[in-house]
């Protein structure tokens, strides 16, 4: 089964400064899909970032951007210039070829402070 | 977000009761998906469906039931609701282009007695 980790509960940053967010996991699959979602206090699930697995170029998104390491199962959300708004928790996940195995991480509460 | 609507929002029931939680969607999409999020343990999958009549438990699927009897349509059931199900639910769709993600709907928050 395939697991995804964020070990970082909670992190802060400054207003305008960056952020990374980490984030590893472990499949047995070649090709598959990772994204970042956030969930602001309004519960709402909002795509920031996607990325394939077949693809070697990091996703850019704007103020948000990705290193993924594939060799390294590792997923890790750059923001940059962050702004109060950001201030949300954070999922990573990973989509299975099979779209069944999809499995969330238990997510990142980001701060921003002014 | 891709016409997702979960219904109810909220609910408040005791527990021994049946609950069902719905989910339409507007966009043709091919698979659905309940979660379940607590506090500490982000989402998790309970049931999908990868088309009409077509479904696959998840991670979390004892004490829960689903159906989907059309493409727009995937019920979640609690025959017998505990205090453990007490949770936020979410409802997602895929459209499975390549590169789709997960779309989501608001997620029903209930609540066990």
């Known amino acids: 089964a395939q697991t995804v980790t964020q070990s970082q509960p909670e992190m802060s940053v400054q207003e305008a400064e960056t952020v990374t967010l980490s984030c590893t996991y472990d499949?047995?699959?070649?090709?598959?899909?990772l994204f970042w979602y956030k969930q602001p206090p309004s519960r709402q699930m909002i795509l920031v970032i996607r990325?394939?697995?077949?693809?070697?170029q990091n996703a850019t998104e704007n103020r948000f951007s990705v290193n993924f390491q594939k060799a390294a199962k590792s997923f890790s959300l750059k923001i940059s210039d962050s702004q109060l708004g950001d201030a949300a928790m954070y999922f990573c996940a990973y989509l299975g070829t099979n779209a069944g195995k999809s499995t969330f991480g238990d997510g990142t509460t980001l701060t921003v402070k002014p | 977000d891709a016409g997702i609507t979960q219904s109810p929002r909220h609910k408040v029931t005791e527990t021994g009761t049946p609950v069902t939680l719905r989910c339409h969607q507007t966009?043709?999409?091919?698979?659905m998906y309940w979660y379940r999020q607590d506090p500490g343990h982000g989402l998790r999958l309970i049931h999908y469906?990868?088309?009409?009549?077509?479904?696959d438990k998840g991670e979390v699927s004892d004490g829960y039931s689903v159906s989907r009897s059309k493409t727009e349509d995937f019920l979640l059931t609690l025959e017998s609701a505990t205090s453990s199900q007490t949770s936020v639910y979410f409802c997602?769709?895929?459209?499975?282009?390549?590169?789709?993600?997960?779309?989501f709907g608001n997620g029903t928050r209930l609540t066990v007695t």
């Open positions: 997602a769709t895929l459209a499975r282009e390549a590169n789709s993600p997960l779309h």
């Open positions: 966009e043709n999409h091919r698979y």
């Open positions: 469906s990868y088309g009409v009549k077509d479904t």
């Open positions: 990325q394939e697995a077949y693809k070697q």
């Open positions: 499949t047995s699959e070649s090709d598959y899909y």
